[in-house]
Structures are given as structure tokens and as C-alpha cells.
């Protein structure tokens, strides 16, 4: 192949700057040339009015510098539309048109399944796993998830500090809408009493009596870590709760969020809670030392691929061995939940 292209799709997370920086300049160094799309598939549809504003051609200089930065330089979006024929249709029209010869797409699930329509086609597309939630099974980490994780943890070590003094619990949300990867590692690396996640089933109920057990044997403060997605897998009747206690009389309870789930544990266990919602801060960030050597080590694996004619598949990393699997392993199979690791948060959080 002479040209290929690169570009970022879905959510951003840390260390994709340093896997588009490994296409680049893996690439050149095969005598390729690269073209980066801007804004993951709406860049490749070339939907901006000024087509400068789609895709930039590569040079080793256009990606220095970015390898310590959060975020994506190519920036990113999420392209509901790209499941329609007509939509795949235009893209391979469009890379014909600019030579493209083969695509490195850099995102999660929903990016791969546009990877894989266009290699069915017929169109040669590679996918590397970037994503903070780290939901894929087939591999052991997607770009990013190490940042994150790192993140949320020293985030966590601060509301700690603060719920030892007051002798409060602390219920923090993190990511994972769907996937409790990031809030069980989280926990089990901040040495957190519990965590709540969408896969396994869990009642205030028990988790009052674990802070009340607690308090008994003397913790001055409880740390609760919840993935955002995890009141989906909540099994205690909230609204019965609710009515039963004079002071959660006025919650609402068809929409719950963490500071209401907080009211609720502080009345159940009579310890003061708090909740800190980490939202977004873990998804920027310079990327750490492991997330930049992954996103390295996926982007050069990309370009030898699709330099030997392999396409359709997705690179990931299994015991430290970068591995390739065919879309068809990837996409929509994800990460199931760590059993044995959520259980040690639990032994070890006593
Ligand atoms: O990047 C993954 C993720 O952070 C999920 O954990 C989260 O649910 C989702 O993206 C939110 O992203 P956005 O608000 O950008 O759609």
C-alpha cells in the first residue's frame, strides 16, 4: 500500500495521540504516505463545508509534540449514522477518491463495527482499542484505561483524606456506563470497602450494614466506589425506602442519581455521606507511560499489517504479546465482569 489513513472515533482517551503518532510515523518509515481524518467517520463522510477541515496529509512534524497529550489531535465524534449502507458506501467512494488504500481506525465497540461493515466490503480497515473503559474482551487493556484508572485514584486519595477527617463515607462515581472495569480496579487499587457495578446485583440495604460494620470495628471512614452505569443493576426498592424515612420523604426516585444514593445510605447507616461524581476528569489527562507505550506499540503493529495486506482485524494485547483477531471476535463481545477481582475489594476492604 502507498496511502493509508488514520483517524479517532467514539469517546477520546488518553494515549490515542500516541497511537496516531506511531501510524505516522511507522508508516513514513515504510514509504507510506498517511492522511489523518478529522473527527473519526464524519471526517472520512468529508460532511465539513471546506474539505481542509476533513483530513490534514501527515508529516513526521505534524505529529511531534503530541505524545504527552490527553485528548486526541484529530478530535473525535460519535457518527450514529455510519451503520447505513449509504454511509459506508460514500466513505469507500471517498478514499478511492484520495487514494486511500486502507484505514487505522482508533476507538471502541461502535468504531470497530464501522471498521468491520467497510471490511466486509471489501475495503481494508485495521482497528486499535482506544477506549477509558477498557470493554473489550478480546484484549487485556484498550488505550487509556490505564490513565484513567490512575486518575480516579488519586482523585479518590483527596476525598479520602477529607471523609477520615470528618469520619464520613464517601460514595464516588466513575465511569463505565455499561462495563464495571474502571470502578472495580479503581476500588481494589484505593482500597475501597465496596463497589457498585452494572454486571453483578447489589441493595443499599447491604451496603448500610457494611458501613455500620465498619464503624463498629472502628473505620473512621467508608470509601463506595460506583460505576455510572450501576444503578441499572440496583435491586433494593427504592421508593419503599424512601417513603419509610421521614427525612428522604421529598427524593424523587424515578431517576436516581449519586447524591440522592448518598441520602439514602446516610439515613439507612446513620454515618454522614457524601458524593463526588468524577465525570470527565478522567477521561483528559496527559496519558501515563503505559497508555503511550501501548498506543506505540498498537499503531506501528497496525501499519506492518496493513503494509503485509492483512485487514478486518483488531489489534489488542494479551500477556503482554500484541495480538490481531478478526473483527468478528471484537465487536460486540465485551468485557465480562472480574468476578474474582470485585470479590477481593470486598475480603480485602473489611
Ligand atoms: O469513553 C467511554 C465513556 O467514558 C463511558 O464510560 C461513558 O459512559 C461515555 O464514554 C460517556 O461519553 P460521552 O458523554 O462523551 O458520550
Redesign the pocket.
Known amino acids: 500500500m502507498q496511502r493509508i489513513a488514520v483517524m479517532t472515533s467514539?469517546?477520546d482517551?488518553p494515549g490515542m495521540n500516541a497511537a496516531v503518532r506511531a501510524v505516522v510515523r511507522a508508516a513514513i518509515h515504510y514509504d507510506m504516505s498517511v492522511v489523518g481524518f478529522k473527527r473519526g467517520y464524519n471526517g472520512m463522510l468529508m460532511r465539513s463545508r471546506d474539505t481542509h477541515d476533513d483530513f490534514d496529509i501527515m508529516t513526521r512534524k505534524s505529529v511531534s509534540d503530541k505524545i504527552h497529550r490527553g485528548g486526541t489531535f484529530l478530535m473525535t465524534a460519535?457518527c450514529l449514522d455510519f451503520h447505513k449502507p449509504e454511509c459506508q458506501k460514500q466513505v469507500i467512494q471517498n478514499m478511492h477518491l484520495l487514494g486511500v488504500e486502507g484505514v487505522i481506525g482508533i476507538g471502541?465497540d461502535g468504531t470497530f463495527a464501522g471498521l468491520k461493515a467497510l471490511a466486509d466490503q471489501g475495503f481494508p480497515t485495521i482497528g486499535i482499542p482506544g477506549?477509558?473503559?477498557n470493554d473489550l474482551e478480546y484484549t487485556d487493556f484498550t488505550i487509556g484505561f490505564d490513565t484513567a484508572l490512575n486518575t480516579a485514584c488519586e482523585c479518590i486519595n483527596r476525598v479520602r483524606e477529607t471523609s477520615d477527617s470528618h469520619e464520613r463515607a464517601s460514595l464516588i462515581t466513575v465511569?463505565?456506563?455499561n462495563c464495571g472495569d474502571i470502578a472495580v480496579h479503581t476500588a481494589l487499587a484505593c482500597g475501597a470497602e465496596y463497589v457498585m457495578v452494572p454486571e453483578a446485583p447489589w441493595s443499599i440495604e447491604e451496603i448500610a450494614e457494611r458501613i455500620k460494620w465498619g464503624v463498629l470495628n472502628g473505620k473512621r471512614s467508608t470509601i463506595l466506589v460506583m460505576a455510572?452505569?450501576a444503578f441499572a443493576s440496583l435491586t433494593s426498592d427504592v421508593k419503599a425506602i424512601c417513603e419509610a424515612h421521614e427525612s428522604l420523604k421529598d427524593i424523587a426516585t424515578d431517576t436516581m442519581t449519586g447524591f440522592k444514593l448518598a441520602s439514602i445510605i446516610e439515613a439507612l447507616s446513620g454515618q454522614e455521606t457524601r458524593a463526588t461524581v468524577l465525570g470527565y476528569i478522567q477521561?483528559g489527562g496527559s496519558p501515563s507511560a503505559q497508555d503511550r507505550i501501548l498506543g506505540s506499540r498498537f499503531g506501528a503493529r497496525a501499519v506492518e499489517l496493513l503494509k503485509e495486506d492483512t485487514y478486518g482485524r483488531a489489534i489488542g494485547i494479551r500477556e503482554n504479546r500484541i495480538i490481531d483477531v478478526p473483527f468478528s471476535e471484537a465487536v460486540g463481545h465485551p468485557q465480562p465482569l472480574n468476578r474474582p477481582l470485585m470479590d477481593l475489594v470486598g475480603i480485602l476492604g473489611k
Open positions: 467514539g469517546g482517551a460519535r471502541g477506549t477509558i473503559d465511569m463505565g456506563r455510572e452505569g477521561r
